[in-house]
């Protein structure tokens, strides 16, 4: 049911977007393709699991878990394939868990790990979409943006400092089944934020994922003609990137392409123009995901090697 919810905004929302844009300007604009650029932004985002990879080893190390280099970035990209073929971007987070869980990790940790890397990636998103207010407020001159932007990301970082504080409920709460599962994430979470080593590279290497996504849709951007800076990019692409994030829809296909017509039309981009770049970051992604797909057929089952320390 849930799948068929998903498939059905999907669905929804990408025909609305095709039935208000010129499907002629949609056409001339994928006709016009220029490979280079489109390429250069297909190696950037592959080139970003490895990053991932890297960032994830300082929040097993936080939790006393190692796995080789080699094991994380195939299970990175294992993750990535799933992220775009499940019906919803987190889809890759539940097998990555179960990966860990099949090479012999235990079942609490190897999910902590998954959950405060995903959300170490979403604190640096809405701490970017903050950041980029006064930017943003310079694109939308009637505020409206901007308060709706400050608005969603306060709440979303309030929550994620609750989720920090949730083992510190009192005990008549805290038996309630939820909040009982995620007081392990929550002491575990701040192990993570608290080691001010690998909370700042956490932080750190989540900022310049994000800031790497949005220079990938500028290539893409570049690549169909379409008159948007770089700079434009970094303020509205991590918007773009919160609103894909939300569960509601397969691997975010028609929500990414809403926010991104609805963002890109600040700076005066035309929707078709702007529904192309995203069709075009949504094939694109497919494609990066691809070898996590030849990577989950090839998979055997693990060696004691899989648990090797980093070196």
């Given at each position: 049911m849930a799948f068929a919810i998903k498939v059905l905004v999907s669905t929804a929302v990408l025909s609305w977007i095709a039935y208000g844009i010129d499907l002629e300007s949609l056409s001339r604009s994928l006709q016009h393709i220029q490979p280079l650029p489109l390429i250069a932004a297909g190696l950037l985002l592959s080139a970003?699991?490895?990053?991932?990879?890297?960032?994830?080893?300082?929040?097993?190390?936080?939790?006393?878990?190692?796995?080789?280099w080699l094991a994380r970035v195939i299970n990175c990209f294992i993750g990535q394939f799933f992220n775009q073929t499940l019906p919803s971007t987190i889809g890759g987070d539940a097998i990555r868990i179960w990966l860990l869980n099949?090479?012999?990790?235990?079942?609490?940790?190897?999910?902590?790990?998954?959950?405060?890397?995903?959300?170490?990636?979403?604190?640096?998103?809405?701490?970017?979409?903050?950041?980029?207010?006064?930017?943003?407020?310079?694109?939308?001159?009637?505020?409206?943006?901007?308060?709706?932007?400050?608005?969603?990301?306060?709440?979303?970082?309030?929550?994620?400092?609750?989720?920090?504080?949730?083992?510190?409920?009192?005990?008549?709460?805290?038996?309630?089944?939820?909040?009982?599962?995620?007081?392990?994430?929550?002491t575990d979470g701040r192990r993570v934020v608290f080691?001010?080593?690998?909370?700042?590279?956490?932080?750190?290497?989540?900022?310049?994922?994000?800031?790497?996504?949005?220079?990938?849709?500028?290539?893409?951007?570049?690549s169909l003609q379409v008159d948007v800076t770089l700079g434009q990019c970094l303020v509205l692409v991590?918007?773009?990137?919160?609103?894909?994030?939300?569960?509601?829809?397969?691997?975010?296909?028609?929500?990414?392409?809403?926010?991104?017509?609805?963002?890109?039309?600040?700076?005066g981009v035309a929707h078709a123009e702007a529904f192309a770049i995203s069709l075009l970051l949504g094939l694109t992604l497919i494609?990066?995901?691809?070898?996590?797909?030849?990577?989950?057929?090839?998979?055997?089952?693990?060696?004691?090697?899989t648990k090797s320390a980093i070196s």
């Open positions: 970003l699991t490895f990053l991932q990879a890297w960032r994830w080893g300082f929040v097993l190390r936080a939790l006393n878990t190692e796995l080789s099949r090479a012999g990790f235990a079942l609490r940790p190897s999910a902590n790990s998954v959950f405060i890397d995903r959300l170490g990636a979403l604190f640096a998103l809405l701490l970017l979409s903050l950041l980029g207010l006064p930017w943003l407020g310079d694109m939308d001159p009637d505020g409206a943006a901007v308060v709706t932007v400050a608005g969603a990301a306060s709440i979303g970082l309030c929550a994620m400092a609750g989720i920090l504080v949730l083992d510190w409920l009192p005990p008549f709460l805290s038996r309630a089944r939820i909040i009982a599962s995620i007081a392990t994430l929550s080691k001010t080593r690998a909370g700042f590279i956490v932080l750190a290497a989540s900022i310049v994922l994000h800031l790497c996504v949005a220079a990938a849709v500028w290539m893409i951007a570049y991590p918007l773009v990137m919160v609103a894909s994030a939300i569960p509601i829809s397969v691997a975010g296909w028609g929500v990414r392409e809403g926010a991104m017509v609805a963002a890109l039309g600040l700076v494609v990066v995901g691809l070898p996590g797909g030849l990577l989950w057929l090839r998979s055997r089952p693990p060696s004691d090697q």
